[in-house]
Structure formats: structure tokens, C-alpha cells
């Protein structure tokens, strides 16, 4: 079965600081990857996508994630954290019959 | 504005009273879906649907059923609400492309928060 995992089920880093939340894919053929945000009481924010072309994937509030064919994982990454991107994070995978399957999500916590 | 659309935000009811949630998408995408999002298990599939009157489980059916009249709405029914159904809801919707375009996304509505007592 395709699936995503997110290894972490909270992250923890100081504001400034670069911030990495992992995810790893089990996938056969062309994996489409996917990362949204929640913020308390929102709905999901698109934030980036993996489909075709370069590995390098640049999304929203200066967010980026490298898909790494070799070690199966799209890691969503940041130079330096903000407050505000104190958020829940949730890496997908698109499968047969356009499903979008979740990882459990990593929580985000940026302290000042 | 491209959206979906889904009401009631919040709901509180009783165990065994039906109940509807309705979603809307003005995009005129084919496939629409429901996920319900729980605690430490991410969002799951309940149902979703490729297009009118083609409609199909996903992962976590039980207790629900979904109609596929038109092809803006797809409402999520409950026959009779039980507390383990108690979860965050969300509808999306997105065009049939597989595989997937460059621009290809998911465009979810904004949760309906479901509390059965």
C-alpha cells in the first residue's frame, strides 16, 4: 500500500533557527507528494508539491522540501523559523483513484 | 473565488439523531472526497466520488453514506451519529488527472468540527 510516514510527532526549534520536518514515502511507480499546514481552528493550507521536474520544491511562506528518490523521503524545510509558523503539518501522497493519503502529522512549536 | 464550501462549521448532537453536512465546490472538479481527522492517526478517507452517481469507500466507511446528485455537492450523511464519530470533517475536491498536471492540487473546505454526545 503507498503510505507516508512522519517520523516525529512534534518538532521543536527557536525562532531564526533553519527547521526541518521529516517525511518518508512507500510508494511504486512516480510518487506525487504533497505538504499542508493546519493552524489552530483553520483548515488545510496548501504549502507545496512534488509531481515531475526538480528535486528542489519551492512553496509558500518560504517554505521548500527536496524530494530524495534514493532515500524515499520529502522533507519540509525552512532557513529560519518564524512564530507564526507554529503550525500542524502533514505530508501526503496522491495513489490510485486520486486518494490523498496523510502521514499523522508533526506538530511545529517555534519558541520566541 | 474558487472554494468549497461546508456547513454547518461547528455541530453538537445527540447519539442516534441524522444528521448532514453539506460541501459545495464551484470548480466544476469531477472528484470529491471526505476525510475525517483524528488525533495522532492524520486525516482518513471516509468516501469518496469520481463523478455524478459514482461514489466509492475509503478507508474508514462505517456509519456514514455520501449522495452524488449533482456534481457540486457531495453531503456527507449519518444515519445515526454514534461518540466515536466525534472528529474534525473535512470535504475537498480536485479535477481527474491521472496522472497529475503540474498544477494539479486538492482544494479542501474548512472543517466542520462534529461533537456527538
Known amino acids: 500500500a503507498q503510505s507516508v510516514a512522519q517520523p516525529e510527532d512534534q518538532v521543536n526549534v527557536a525562532e531564526g533557527n533553519p527547521l526541518t520536518v521529516k517525511c518518508t514515502y512507500s510508494v511504486s511507480g512516480n510518487p506525487y507528494l504533497f505538504w499542508y499546514v493546519q493552524y489552530p481552528n483553520r483548515g488545510l493550507q496548501f504549502l507545496l508539491k512534488y509531481i515531475t521536474g526538480d528535486n528542489l520544491v519551492k512553496g509558500s511562506y518560504g517554505f521548500e522540501a527536496e524530494f530524495n528518490k534514493s532515500q524515499t523521503s520529502f522533507h519540509l524545510k525552512k532557513p529560519s523559523a518564524l512564530v507564526s509558523d507554529s503550525a500542524l503539518y502533514f505530508c501526503?501522497?496522491?495513489?490510485?483513484?486520486?486518494?490523498?493519503?496523510f502521514g499523522t502529522g508533526t506538530r511545529l512549536l517555534v519558541s520566541p | 473565488e474558487a472554494q468549497v464550501t461546508q456547513n454547518p462549521r461547528y455541530l453538537i448532537t445527540v447519539t442516534g439523531k441524522k444528521l448532514t453536512v453539506t460541501c459545495s465546490q464551484n470548480?466544476?472538479?469531477?472528484?470529491m472526497s471526505w476525510y475525517r481527522q483524528d488525533p495522532g492517526l492524520g486525516l482518513r478517507q471516509i468516501y469518496y466520488s469520481m463523478n455524478v452517481e459514482v461514489t466509492d469507500k475509503g478507508d474508514v466507511p462505517e456509519g456514514y453514506k455520501v449522495s452524488r446528485k449533482e456534481k457540486r455537492n457531495f453531503p456527507l450523511i449519518l444515519e445515526s451519529p454514534s461518540p466515536n464519530q466525534t472528529s474534525l470533517y473535512f470535504c475537498a475536491s480536485s479535477p481527474w488527472q491521472l496522472p497529475p498536471a503540474t498544477n494539479y492540487g486538492y482544494t479542501f473546505g474548512s472543517g466542520t468540527r462534529l461533537t456527538v454526545v
Open positions: 501526503a501522497v496522491l495513489t490510485g483513484f486520486q486518494k490523498l493519503v
Open positions: 470548480m466544476n472538479h469531477e472528484y
